[in-house]
């Protein structure tokens, strides 16, 4: 099932987009990508949660009862299948001028099938070299501002890989265009720390925790490209693929240890969520609105 919701309703035709909203024109927004499973936003309270922490530091204007109503209405009566739910925020139409201020903020929400076939895909990798910069505001923030990603991910795809390995500007492995990385090594995960230009991914964060569920203690700090190809696996997390397995960086094979322990603690917490309402603990909200 295809559906909008914009500014308050659902669209029934076409959208009608503010020539000056700066959403459009200059990428001031921000965005959230839900995975929609029996009716549920999975994780949903977590999205929200770090979609209000950057709309707070980018002066956005978030209203949570709004968003909250938004979402039940475009989820009002869609099948049990799966699904896309993309929230999207911006600032509005404004004067111009990079530091001008919006009037009302724009909202909109779009609902899409998606094929669950999609999740646990392995994946091949290139080292791209577009870098991501611990400083900038983009690497850390959901932003609607993702050119370097969308360079990358082209780079990737004319080399004929499925995405690309971004590394920051010290060198260190960051994330793909779309994923969190983690490397699995001697029974540890290990995944690029906060200061390593990373966008903290909500499925990031829920594996961390699956992971130690079952007795997998996980690393953050910087990790070098070699260790990749040294590790015992690596695998890439986004909140539709869940675990994707790397089997290939720069068409040199990476080892293919049985990841079937997480993709499991994932799964299983997937179906916590589903049967259940689908708020995380505040520990968990906490780590991502920090």
Same mark, same amino acid.
């Given at each position: ?74 989820? /009002? ?71 370097? %990603? ?21 060198? %260190? ?58 590790? /015992?696996?690596?695998?890439?997390? %986004? ?52």
């Amino acid at each position: 099932m295809n559906r909008v919701w914009f500014n308050g309703a659902i669209l029934d035709g076409p959208l009608a987009l503010d020539a000056g909203d700066r959403g459009l024109l200059l990428g001031d927004g921000i965005f959230e990508t839900v995975l929609v499973l029996n009716r549920t936003p999975l994780w949903g309270n977590m999205h929200l949660a770090r979609m209000e922490s950057s709309a707070r530091e980018l002066g956005l204007g978030f209203q949570r009862a709004e968003i909250d109503d938004a979402i039940s209405a475009i989820l /009002d009566g869609i099948d049990e299948s799966h699904h896309v739910l993309r929230i999207t925020l911006t600032r509005g139409s404004a004067a111009r001028g990079l530091g001008a201020n919006g009037g009302s903020p724009t909202l909109l929400l779009s609902l899409d099938p998606f094929d669950p076939a999609l999740m646990f895909q392995k994946a091949t990798l290139v080292t791209s070299a577009v870098r991501r910069n611990p400083h900038s505001v983009a690497s850390r923030l959901k932003t609607t501002s993702y050119i370097d %990603n969308i360079a990358a991910a082209r780079e990737a795809s004319a080399r004929g890989a499925d995405d690309a390995l971004m590394l920051n500007i010290d060198g %260190n492995a960051a994330c793909s265009t779309i994923a969190n990385l983690f490397v699995l090594k001697d029974g540890r995960l290990i995944t690029p720390a906060r200061d390593q230009a990373i966008l903290t991914g909500v499925m990031r964060q829920v594996l961390i925790a699956a992971a130690a569920h079952i007795g997998i203690v996980t690393e953050e700090r910087a990790v070098k490209p070699a260790e990749l190809l040294a590790a /015992d696996a690596v695998c890439l997390t %986004n909140s539709l693929r869940f675990i994707r397995p790397v089997t290939a960086l720069d068409q040199q094979p990476l080892s293919a240890f049985d990841l079937s322990n997480l993709m499991a603690a994932l799964s299983d917490a997937a179906r916590l969520q589903c049967g259940r309402d689908p708020r995380a603990s505040d520990e968990q909200v906490a780590s991502l609105a920090k």
